[in-house]
């Protein structure tokens, strides 16, 4: 995932929805206590070194797939995976290309004439290729600036404008050109698709790039190089693809913002200036006179298969109607060490604590009184590497997309104590999260609009997955407004995950941890399940969401 200090959608509550949710929420059993002790030792268990880190393919995910089928079973869950003759398992196969840079990579800057070695994680991060290579041995390749990568003829909006990029490096922005400005073509600060790193590195294979650098800069991103680097430097993993060189190229990295500043410099540019004109649509590509870059390495590649985890509550009355609970089980193994030398990346806020929630909101089902509708409990592989897990189940679903009533997706939470708010990922507007908002606030939590929108999270979390194929969704946020330092105490702490914590070994389980927080907020997530998984109503996105036609295309399937 991608850890905000808060992140929201922006959805707004609807009179009508209100009053839906008032006539349905005796439909919904008394929500049951969740024990903060509990949660502590899974997420402690998860989160330790004999796991080691989680990594997909490792010894680490059969450890983590046996865990979390063992605790389902203790929690009194029901197999909901793949049926193998004739009967329901605990798991769905995942098959996944596994790509990973074999020894020393080398890269250099050729700047007229002269060669700048780059270090691989210091100036430079650049991802094992998934584009169908086995070895990558480019010399001299051209540098070209193309603003931020965007292609939006909606917007009258092109930073390509015919360049041949064949046989050339494009160099891209991070985020929309509408970031620095906070007004434009793009939603102002909310970031759009277009300004997420892997649409850039889409849009230059559809260009016909030979490679993508971006350029890094941590407000833009919204995290430090350190997580770039944790994030590109390792094992790699995509979906099984027939062409896949039609969305990656050959190379895909990012670079320092230093590095390219002194870049543009030596090709006579101005990096500042140049960021500016790629802010309107007048921009025009510019090459980098002088600059090339040359890359050495080989590729181990090869197709691996992975495990989703899949719990059952089956419905009474319409088990074929599914509510489904959804986290990723994955962080990022074993890779670079810190500067201590730890090289174990634990995750466990990212994402140990949603595990241990759906593992506890399974428990809850289990032991509560039988719902209507189906509840399915999902722990999917591969989020950091491109929320691979949930793709694969949203396109290969076990429970038809089209009579899936929703989705409530728990990432990355906060282990610490209660706050008076809370937030989901994104700004998509939608009446399942109306519907949340009503049920909180009987719990005394107050929804929270979106403070940081540039970051993209809408497009960081599994809900994302759900979303492209119509399926109501969301990714639940714990709030910043502590009960015990408020807002700026909330805030603080978030940073401080953001920096010294995310995407690296020092993300791991602590015994000042009170879990708190998450043992107020579950029953409220759980009431919203049983609602739903106790009404025969299917909520839908907001009538200007670009995912309620998709959603509506299945509507025949919920008559």
Excluded at 109 to 119: H, R, Y
């Amino acid at each position: 995932m991608k850890r905000r200090p808060l992140a929201s959608s922006l959805s707004l509550l609807l009179a009508s929805t209100l009053l839906a949710s008032a006539a349905i929420a005796d439909d919904a059993p008394k929500a049951p206590t969740f024990d903060p002790h509990r949660l502590s030792e899974e997420v402690k268990t998860l989160s330790s070194d004999a796991f080691e880190g989680r990594g997909p393919a490792t010894e680490g995910e059969a450890k983590t797939v046996a865990y979390v089928v063992e605790q389902m079973k203790a929690a009194g869950l029901q197999p909901g995976g793949a049926i193998e003759n004739g009967k329901r398992t605990w798991t769905q196969p995942v098959p996944l290309g596994r790509f990973e840079i074999s020894g020393t990579p080398s890269f250099a800057l050729n700047a007229n004439g002269k060669a700048q070695a780059l270090t691989q994680g210091k100036e430079i991060a650049v991802r094992a290729s998934m584009d169908g290579s086995r070895s990558v041995d480019i010399e001299g390749a051209p540098l070209v600036f193309v603003g931020y990568g965007v292609k939006a003829p909606e917007r009258n909006w092109d930073d390509f404008k015919g360049v041949d990029l064949k046989g050339k490096i494009a160099v891209v922005l991070v985020n929309d050109p509408d970031f620095e400005t906070g007004k434009g073509d793009f939603g102002g600060k909310a970031m759009t698709y277009y300004g997420r790193w892997t649409y850039k590195y889409e849009e230059a294979a559809r260009q016909g790039a030979l490679g993508v650098l971006v350029v890094h800069e941590t407000a833009p991103a919204s995290y430090g190089w350190n997580t770039v680097k944790n994030s590109n430097t390792n094992t790699m993993f995509d979906i099984v693809r027939d062409k896949p060189s039609e969305v990656h190229t050959r190379l895909e990295g990012w670079i320092q913002r230093d590095l390219a500043v002194s870049m543009f410099k030596r090709a006579g540019l101005d990096f500042d200036a140049l960021k500016k004109q790629a802010q309107t649509r007048a921009f025009k590509p510019v090459a980098l006179k002088g600059e090339t870059l040359s890359a050495k390495f080989d590729v181990d590649a090869k197709v691996i298969t992975s495990r989703n985890i899949v719990g059952l509550v089956e419905g009474s009355k319409r088990p074929d109607e599914t509510v489904i609970y959804s986290a990723h089980w994955d962080h990022l193994g074993i890779g670079e060490p810190d500067a201590k030398g730890d090289r174990i990346y634990n995750g466990a806020v990212d994402n140990a604590t949603g595990t241990a929630a759906l593992i506890e909101m399974g428990r809850a089902f289990a032991h509560g009184p039988k719902p209507e509708r189906s509840v399915v409990f999902l722990n999917v592989t591969a989020e950091e590497k491109g929320l691979l897990g949930s793709e694969y189940y949203a396109t290969h679903p076990l429970y038809p997309a089209g009579k899936t009533v929703g989705v409530i997706n728990m990432d990355a939470l906060d282990p610490n104590g209660q706050a008076r708010n809370f937030t989901t990922s994104g700004s998509a507007k939608l009446e399942l999260l109306d519907q949340l908002v009503a049920v909180a606030k009987t719990y005394g939590l107050s929804y929270e609009n979106d403070p940081h929108p540039e970051a993209g999270s809408f497009f960081r979390s599994d809900h994302f997955s759900f979303a492209k194929q119509g399926v109501p969704a969301f990714s639940y946020e714990s709030g910043n407004d502590l009960v015990v330092g408020g807002k700026a105490a909330g805030e603080a702490a978030g940073k401080v995950y953001n920096k010294e914590h995310y995407h690296q070994p020092s993300d791991e389980w602590k015994a000042s941890w009170t879990f708190a927080g998450l043992a107020h907020d579950l029953p409220m997530l759980y009431t919203l399940g049983a609602q739903l998984a106790n009404s025969d109503r299917w909520p839908n996105w907001g009538k200007d969401s670009e995912f309620r036609a998709i959603r509506d295309k299945t509507a025949d399937q919920r008559k």
